[in-house]
């Protein structure tokens, strides 16, 4: 059985990895960047049969919400009675991440974080591989992907990555490797400017009040160059970066 193709739908692109994983190494087979309209055709020819995929969905919700301590599966209809009153959106699949609970007007509350994707828009991307008789073995969008990359800090302790999405930027905070918080904008330039800078401590202060953590540090993602390009520096020193590489 063929090892599965890792799919990276960024912008008018597809990039295309086939890998091989030993242990705790990767080698990478081959590579290649073909145009989005051109993707059909190359699996029709492709004699590969299982496929990792990761696509910038078009519509997705993300956003951190307090609800009741419960037992998980009333917790579940919750969430998602919560999801469809804030998105007005039906058919959709989720998944959530507890943050930490408080006590909000007498009342201990918890905090979750949710990631929500339309089935719709699932069905749009997985319906082009299933058409051509391939699988799909996981689906996930750009910025989880760019989290499982990181390494995660001590446990207990939260750290902040930003990554570069097209013509968006995507701050978003981890605590004990998985992803608690996501933020989106729109940037003033191409190059890492005084309005990242901005959008991060805003972010920091955001995670500071609202969730209660404090990210040690940063990790910039240069999703313009072919291969992420990562720094870590104490936020402390963050108007001395200079733009990623």
Excluded at 64 to 78: D, H, Q
Excluded at 183 to 207: Q, V
Aim: aromatic share 12%.
């Amino acid at each position: 059985m063929g090892k599965p193709v890792a799919v990276s739908f960024e912008g008018n692109e597809v990039k295309i990895v086939h890998a091989l994983q030993r242990g705790g190494n990767i080698k990478i087979k081959g590579t290649e960047i073909i145009a989005v309209e051109e993707f059909d055709g190359y699996l029709k020819r492709s004699k590969d049969k299982d496929f990792i995929v990761t696509c910038d969905f078009k519509e997705s919700y993300h956003d951190v919400l307090s609800v009741p301590l419960l037992k998980t599966g009333y917790l579940v209809k919750i969430i998602e009675t919560e999801i469809r009153k804030t998105t007005g959106r039906k058919d959709f699949t989720f998944l959530y991440l507890p943050i930490g609970d408080r006590v909000i007007n007498n009342r201990k509350m918890l905090d979750i974080f949710y990631f929500m994707v339309t089935d719709e828009t699932i069905r749009d991307v997985v319906d082009m591989f299933y058409n051509c008789g391939k699988t799909v073995k996981a689906l996930y969008p750009p910025v989880f992907a760019a989290a499982s990359l990181l390494e995660p800090g001590a446990p207990g302790e939260a750290d902040m990555g930003i990554i570069y999405t097209g013509n968006e930027r995507t701050i978003f905070s981890t605590k004990n490797g998985a992803v608690n918080f996501i933020r989106n904008y729109d940037p003033h330039e191409a190059g890492f400017s005084d309005f990242d800078i901005e959008n991060i401590n805003m972010t920091i202060n955001y995670c500071r009040q609202n969730l209660r953590t404090s990210p040690l540090s940063v990790k910039l993602g240069n999703c313009q160059e072919s291969c992420p390009i990562y720094f870590t520096q104490p936020y402390a020193n963050y108007a001395l970066w200079p733009a990623p590489l």
